[in-house]
């Protein structure tokens, strides 16, 4: 163990830099998905994340989990990103910082259910990024919900009456 321990917005944070570093498994193996290879080819050139990240261990292309959300559903639009990553060690209370061109909060495992492999004590850093779509490869959009069908269907029935 070799623990260190920062001070951010008053909370003391605790972290095993080297055990973070060796912590792989299933659950954070870099995902081959449209969205998550959009992620990392967007967070590779965000030298101040990357850096922030490594700072605690944290290769930014292993996150437990990377949630997209399509802010638009259009070609221009952008995606904002939740991205997951594990931490081995303790934080005193949750916080958020915004930096200029991503945020961050350090959470705790009572409030994010996501899966891991960690035995350690731990925490969460989640990154929340809006990000450009920058992949050389046609887009795909997420599916029309159920309910936008239906009234896209109704659309039609009452076009036609
Ligand atoms: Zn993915």
Redesign the pocket.
């Known amino acids: 163990m070799s623990l260190q321990t920062i001070e951010i917005n008053s909370a003391k944070i605790t972290f095993d830099k080297e055990k973070t570093k060796t912590y792989r498994t299933e659950y954070n193996k870099p995902?081959d998905?449209q969205?998550?290879r959009n992620y990392y080819k967007n967070i590779e050139n965000n030298v101040g994340l990357v850096n922030f990240l490594a700072d605690f261990g944290v290769d930014y292309s292993r996150a437990e989990e990377?949630m997209p959300v399509d802010l638009g559903n259009e070609k221009e639009s952008l995606i904002n990103y939740s991205a997951y990553y594990c931490v081995v060690g303790s934080i005193s209370k949750v916080i958020s910082i915004k930096k200029e061109d991503f945020s961050v909060s350090f959470g705790v495992s009572s409030n994010i259910n996501v899966g891991h492999e960690i035995t350690d004590d731990y925490f969460f850093i989640v990154v929340d990024i809006d990000l450009p779509y920058i992949l050389d490869e046609e887009r795909e959009f997420p599916q029309l919900s159920f309910i936008e069908k239906c009234i896209d269907k109704f659309k039609l029935v009452f076009k036609r009456n």
């Open positions: 995902c998905c969205d998550c990377i």
